[in-house]
């Protein structure tokens, strides 16, 4: 019996062999057309991007502008005319070198106003130009000035409190008896003191024996006392009644007649005077009179001489060493000090340049400048490169005529 397939079965697989390439072809050509399809779509959109116009850059921040004005060769250069003598733009400028001030040497002085008149041998530095006829100092110099003057101007030296005659001879006063501004017054009521009369009694001292017997009293010590005649016959001590104002006793002068100030006399003599500058080989005359050219630093070095004046008290050294005079009176002392200054005026260093020979009168010249400082507003043409002043200050005692100064400019 045969067990092959039957035919039917058989005309089925030569028909499905048949239809078989078909499909193949059939899903390649699907395959393609899909493939276009894609590649197609994603060239229009390439292409639809690419027309898109781009998208905008963030702004940047605004910044602040300078504005600087144009030099004259800057705009000659920018308007296409260039000057050949200009200096190029990436070459620094050359800021013009400042000539040091000339200081002039010589030892300033402080005087009076003068005639203005320039002498072309004066040494000295002053405020003020002055020509003298002849070069003379006062005799009475002194370091207590407000005012530079030749000489005390008052008439004649007053002793006592400086009021001239004027005021002295006319007081005005309310016809009192002290010196009290306010008018006569009496005060309050005054307090009741009533004390008894008191007998004068002796002095007794007994050492009494505590185991004595016998008959007696026991009598206390008491101490002696003054006879005191009172005025009642016992002891009343009351505050007095009323408000209890003080008096017054018044003023003495006469009423109604107007107070006068010191005479002009009298001023020049307490706040002006010839300052005690030591001029050496002047001679002594009425008032000081010097030959002085003006600079315009001077009016600094005179109020510097102003206080270290009234700090310098070499008799009150002198005097405690040398009581009697006798030791160190042989000789005139003379200090000379280099002094710096800083630019607020106070002390930046001292050194001695000459001893006089007494050391504590070196050290009080020293130290009346540190007991002076500082010296303000120091002029900015008085500052060196370090921003200090320098100068030379003397200081001369005279055992004959007092104490004087000298200050000088330092050699530049």
Known sequence: MSTGP???EQTYKRRRRRERPARYLIALVLALLAHGVFVGLLALMAHIQLNLPPEPKPAKPASAVALRPLTAQEWA??????????PRLNQPLKKPEKKPEKKPDGQVVDVAPGNKQESPDAKYLAEHNNKAEKETRAKDQTPFYKNAMPKTT????????GQSEEQAAQLSGNNGQ????????EGGQKPAFELPDAKRKQEIAMKQDPNATGPGVDVNNRNESDEVIGNSKRLRIQSGSGEGDEG???RMGSPGMAKLMPS???????????????????????????????????????????????????????MRRDPTGSTYSGRDRYTLLNVTLDETGKVADITIEKSCGLDFLD????????RAQPFPNPPPGLLEDDSKVRFSFGFFMDMGGGPRMRLFRQPN
Do not use: C
């Open 6 to 8: 039957s035919v039917p």
């Open 77 to 86: 250069q920018n308007r296409g005319q260039p000057n050949l003598n200009a």
């Open 154 to 161: 008052a008439r004649e030296s007053r002793e006592g409190s």
């Open 178 to 185: 002290g010196a009290d501004e306010r008018p006569m017054k």
């Open 248 to 250: 017054s006793q018044g």
């Open 264 to 318: 002009q006399a009298v001023m020049d003599q307490i706040i002006g005077g010839a300052p005690n500058d030591h001029l050496k080989d002047v001679e002594e005359g009425d008032g000081t009179y010097l030959n002085t050219r003006e600079w315009k630093y001077a009016s600094f070095f005179n109020r510097v001489k102003q206080s270290v004046g009234t700090k310098w008290n070499p008799n009150s050294a002198l």
């Open 363 to 370: 050290m009080e010249a020293v130290e009346s400048f540190r």
